[in-house]
Structures are given as structure tokens and as C-alpha cells.
């Protein structure tokens, strides 16, 4: 007897996979087909844990610390950046790099790079430890300025600083609705404090976050298909908390516990930026096996077509 009779599922649209993802996914696997050596990749190359699991049976060595990397490898920079001491580091190891960072973390870097430049203190809302984090926070060298990290309302108000001439950037991840309150309590302690050109958040995080706050008000219950460690996968979970609708954050369907949508009668199911589109159908596979039916939702206007190409170097292999 089927266990989820009656119950509805709605998807949200887009979900999984954004352009920075198949970029860095795209680069590792090319290398891989191209080289016989060892591939190295500085950190998980993106945030999913069967990702990573599926390379490392291919025989790629994801390291933290660079020494580890022989000289004259292959490395390959993650999606989330690095600093610049680590390429300094790879340089004086004579490693051949390809670089998988995402062109929107890298438009980052360069804002940091210039006002580095010009002695501009820069203040980088994110959260600490995160690797996108730590690779932007490396970007700043400056005998001038400094570059202070703010995690909340909080740290902006116990900020200090002797510089007149600040500007802010944000970790690509976060959304507008996750910056809004830091940048206003920023704007309103500085007022001169420059922001971006163009707003830093990554328009596949902004996009997966509206699309949730989209079907949010149609369910009782949400489902986020992504890893533990992935950032945005972990701010549409929080998001519907924030909305009152229980919600969980799964790597797979052997993490649903089906006892929690027997009382259900809509449920929303979405997937983070890093989360393979075959573990999102396996999930509803699962949910329909069961008896859950899903509920055409019109939002096909939210389709994203944007794509980033890979180095010149590797198409050319």
C-alpha cells in the first residue's frame, strides 16, 4: 500500500545546477580525460558530497593544504576561489592550474584587487570559514587598507576602523534578503561607503531563492536537495523556516524520512546549486513510487540560460 496517497508535491523553478557549477564540474572531468597523471583539486571543487565522491572514484586527490600537491601536477582551483598566496605557493611548485573558480567569485576578486590598489578598506559581509571566504579575504594586499570580514548587524556595529575611504562586497552565496540588514546597518554607520557596481550576489543563489518564495505559500512542508556543507543549498532550507514551513536539507532519498510527510498535503521540493540533477529525480522517483503526485506549477519564465565557457586551453584539448 502506498504510504503518501493524496499528497502534492510542487517543484521549484530553477533549481540544481547554476552556470558556475557545470563550469568547475566541466573543468575537473575535462582534465581528467586529458591527462594520465594525478589531478589535484585545492579544496571540494564544488559542495556535494556525491560530486565529490563520484571524482574521488576516478582518482582525483582533493587537498586543503598545497605542500601536499607534487611538484609539476595538475591543480585545479575550486568553484569558490583562492587566495593569493596559494597561487603564489603553486607557482614556486611549478604546477599546471587550471582555474574552476566561478567568473562571479572571480568579479569579486577583482573589486578587492582594486580597491586594495587604492587603500580602500573593504569590508566582506560572509560567513567565516567558508572557502569562498578565505580565497577573497587572500585577494587583499594593501599597505593602507585592511579588509575586515562582518557576519551580522553585530560585528558591523563593533567594527573599527581609521580609514575614510571604505567600500563593501558580499560572499556570492548569501542573498539579498541574507545581506539587506548588514548593508543598511553599513550604509547608516558609513555613509560614504561604496558598494559593487553591480550587486555580488550570484544570480543563481537570488534565482533558487525566489523560486522557493514563490511555491513557499502553497506547502506545508519543503524539501532542499543539496550537501550540508553547500551555503545556498543551506539558506533555502533556513528559508522556509523562516516562513513557518518545516523544511529539511537532504544529500539523497536515503536522508527522507518519510514518517515527516505523512501528515503533509503539499510539499515543495528544490534542489541548491551544486545538487546533480539525477539525485533530484531520484528523490521524486522515491515520492511518487510512494504516492505522491506532482502539481504542474507554471514558472517556467524563471529558466535560466546563462553559461560560462571552459579555459581556452582545455577546449582545445
Same mark, same amino acid.
Given at each position: 500500500m502506498n504510504k503518501l496517497n493524496g499528497l502534492k508535491i510542487i517543484l521549484a523553478t530553477p533549481r540544481g545546477f547554476c552556470a558556475g557549477v557545470e563550469r568547475a564540474v566541466g573543468i575537473l +572531468?575535462?582534465?581528467? =580525460?586529458?591527462?594520465?597523471?594525478?589531478?589535484?583539486?585545492?579544496?571540494?571543487?564544488?559542495?556535494?558530497?556525491?560530486? *565529490?565522491?563520484?571524482?574521488?572514484?576516478?582518482?582525483?586527490?582533493?587537498?586543503? $593544504?598545497? $605542500?601536499?600537491?607534487?611538484?609539476?601536477?595538475?591543480?585545479?582551483?575550486?568553484?569558490?576561489?583562492?587566495?593569493?598566496?596559494?597561487?603564489?605557493? /603553486?607557482?614556486?611548485?611549478?604546477?599546471?592550474?587550471?582555474? /574552476? #573558480?566561478? %567568473?562571479?567569485?572571480?568579479?569579486?576578486?577583482?573589486?578587492?584587487?582594486?580597491? /586594495?590598489?587604492? @587603500? #580602500?578598506?573593504?569590508?566582506? *559581509? @560572509?560567513?567565516?570559514?567558508?572557502?569562498? *571566504?578565505? @580565497?577573497?579575504?587572500?585577494?587583499?594586499?594593501? +599597505?593602507?587598507?585592511? *579588509?575586515?570580514?562582518?557576519?551580522?548587524?553585530?560585528?558591523?556595529?563593533?567594527?573599527?576602523?581609521?580609514?575614510?575611504?571604505?567600500?563593501?562586497? #558580499?560572499?556570492? #552565496?548569501?542573498?539579498? =534578503? =541574507?545581506?539587506?540588514?548588514?548593508?543598511?546597518?553599513?550604509?547608516?554607520?558609513? %555613509?560614504?561607503?561604496?558598494?559593487?557596481?553591480?550587486?555580488?550576489?550570484?544570480? /543563481?543563489t537570488q534565482n533558487r531563492q525566489d523560486a522557493v518564495n514563490s511555491i513557499i505559500k502553497y506547502c506545508d512542508f519543503l524539501v532542499v536537495i543539496g550537501s550540508k556543507n553547500s551555503s545556498n543549498s543551506k539558506r533555502l532550507a533556513e528559508l522556509g523556516m523562516k516562513n513557518d514551513i518545516p523544511s529539511i536539507l537532504i544529500d539523497d532519498k536515503n536522508d527522507l524520512d518519510i514518517n515527516l510527510l505523512r501528515d503533509k498535503k503539499v510539499v515543495g521540493v528544490t534542489a541548491g546549486a551544486s545538487a546533480p540533477e539525477i539525485i533530484f529525480t531520484d528523490v521524486l522517483d522515491y515520492l511518487t513510487n510512494l504516492g505522491a503526485v506532482i502539481e504542474n506549477f507554471d514558472n517556467e519564465d524563471r529558466l535560466e540560460n546563462i553559461t560560462f565557457s571552459l579555459p581556452k586551453e582545455l577546449r582545445e584539448l
Open positions: +572531468q575535462k582534465a581528467i =580525460d586529458a591527462f594520465d597523471s594525478p589531478v589535484y583539486v585545492k579544496h571540494e571543487v564544488v559542495h556535494n558530497k556525491h560530486i *565529490i565522491a563520484d571524482f574521488k572514484k576516478k582518482g582525483v586527490k582533493f587537498i586543503e $593544504d598545497i $605542500d601536499l600537491v607534487p611538484d609539476n601536477s595538475i591543480l585545479i582551483y575550486s568553484a569558490h576561489g583562492v587566495s593569493k598566496s596559494v597561487k603564489e605557493a /603553486a607557482k614556486l611548485k611549478n604546477l599546471k592550474i587550471f582555474d /574552476a #573558480t566561478c %567568473p562571479l567569485v572571480t568579479k569579486v576578486h577583482i573589486e578587492v584587487h582594486k580597491h /586594495a590598489k587604492n @587603500g #580602500t578598506d573593504v569590508i566582506l *559581509i @560572509g560567513h567565516s570559514g567558508h572557502p569562498e *571566504i578565505e @580565497g577573497t579575504m587572500g585577494q587583499y594586499d594593501s +599597505q593602507k587598507g585592511r *579588509i575586515h570580514l562582518v557576519e551580522s548587524e553585530g560585528d558591523v556595529e563593533k567594527l573599527e576602523t581609521n580609514n575614510d575611504d571604505i567600500a563593501y562586497v #558580499t560572499q556570492t #552565496t548569501l542573498s539579498m =534578503d =541574507d545581506t539587506r540588514k548588514i548593508i543598511d546597518c553599513l550604509t547608516k554607520k558609513y %555613509p560614504d561607503i561604496k558598494s559593487p557596481a553591480k550587486d555580488d550576489i550570484c544570480y /543563481a
